[in-house]
């Protein structure tokens, strides 16, 4: 079996001290592929050129040109996480005002080896959301045209999805009782709304799987699951897989293929249909604070 992809699929654009670049290097193993600018202009042009996976920007360096740019890169391109990295030389207690000031919310420190593990979780995560996107286009494509409330289910379950582990929490997000969502795919004699979830899951848990740097215990903590042994039961019980069978099978562009395969290509009519959010006379909608009740909550992953 072929080594496994980088699992950033874009480059991730640097403009850091030669001696950065390196480390740089040798921390994005199996996760992303660096490309080195001198200049943030350089980058700055990278990330209207084409797709970029995020902007790392050392501290120090940046500090030194630090000007409009910065700011453009942070403002023009929020998809694109922009990382400012604390490298060996401390930076002035002015170059982090103007780090801030440009609107760079994420600073890691890299002098300790705990900020290379974090930068991996940062883009690791990055690497999650663009699985997401992908997915929903795959799903767009195959389901077109989609019925607004369908593409909202399929929006909702990929939106944050790591935090939508149970019916409830995905039917609180979509303002509609677990009853009546489990009731309608009944219903329209779709698979249940708990097969959707769990492949959602098993797809991003098959994209982290990609970087050779997580085991079992990290996808298990990033994606919400009690335990390693949680994590391998749900892969048994929907796959009839232990976690390392599907660690070792399944990319993630193997488990897109097999959500579209098994929950979408084959129920195209029924989910062109399908009304899950739809209520009955009578009926009153959840208010909307109560899907944000729920806090986030955000796990090592690595």
């Given at each position: 079996m072929s080594a496994p992809l980088p699992t950033l699929k874009a480059p991730v654009v640097t403009v850091l001290d030669p001696d950065e670049r390196a480390r740089v290097d040798a921390a994005g193993e199996g996760l992303y592929r660096a490309i080195h600018r001198e200049t943030v202009a350089d980058a700055l042009e990278d990330l209207k050129r084409g797709r970029v996976g995020a902007v790392l920007l050392g501290v120090v360096r940046c500090g030194r040109q630090?000007?409009?740019?910065?700011?453009?890169?942070?403002?023009?391109?929020?998809?694109?996480?922009?990382?400012?990295?604390?490298?060996?030389?401390?930076?002035?207690?002015?170059?982090?005002?103007?780090?801030?000031?440009?609107?760079?919310?994420?600073?890691?420190?890299?002098?300790?080896?705990?900020?290379?593990?974090?930068?991996?979780?940062?883009?690791?995560?990055?690497?999650?959301?663009a699985t997401d996107r992908q997915a929903l286009a795959c799903i767009r494509e195959e389901l077109a045209p989609v019925p607004d409330e369908t593409w909202q289910f399929f929006e909702a379950l990929f939106a944050a999805s790591e935090r939508n582990d149970t019916v409830q929490?995905?039917?609180?997000?979509?303002?509609?009782?677990?009853?009546?969502?489990?009731?309608?795919?009944?219903?329209?004699?779709?698979?249940?709304?708990?097969?959707?979830?769990?492949?959602?899951?098993?797809?991003?848990?098959?994209?982290?799987?990609?970087?050779?740097?997580?085991?079992?215990?990290?996808?298990?903590?990033?994606l919400d699951f009690s335990s390693p042994q949680s994590f391998g039961r749900h892969v048994q019980t929907f796959l009839?897989?232990?976690?390392?069978?599907?660690?070792?099978?399944?990319?993630?562009?193997?488990?897109?293929?097999?959500?579209?395969?098994?929950?979408?290509?084959?129920?195209?009519?029924?989910?062109?249909?399908?009304?899950?959010?739809?209520?009955?006379?009578?009926?009153r909608a959840l208010p909307p604070t109560v899907a944000d009740r729920r806090p986030a909550v955000h796990r090592r992953a690595s």
């Open positions: 630090l000007d409009r740019r910065v700011a453009t890169v942070v403002r023009e391109f929020p998809s694109v996480p922009t990382v400012a990295l604390l490298g060996a030389e401390p930076p002035s207690a002015e170059t982090l005002l103007r780090i801030g000031n440009a609107g760079i919310t994420r600073l890691v420190d890299v002098r300790i080896p705990a900020g290379w593990s974090q930068l991996r979780r940062i883009l690791a995560a990055e690497a999650m959301r929490t995905l039917a609180l997000r979509l303002q509609v009782l677990p009853s009546t969502l489990m009731s309608r795919f009944f219903r329209a004699k779709l698979p249940a709304p708990k097969r959707y979830l769990a492949y959602a899951r098993l797809l991003r848990a098959a994209r982290l799987f990609e970087d050779q740097g997580h085991s079992v215990s990290d996808v298990a903590n990033a009839g897989r232990s976690a390392g069978e599907f660690r070792r099978e399944f990319t993630s562009a193997v488990m897109l293929d097999r959500f579209v395969t098994e929950l979408v290509r084959p129920h195209r009519d029924a989910l062109r249909k399908l009304r899950p959010l739809a209520l009955r006379p009578g009926m």
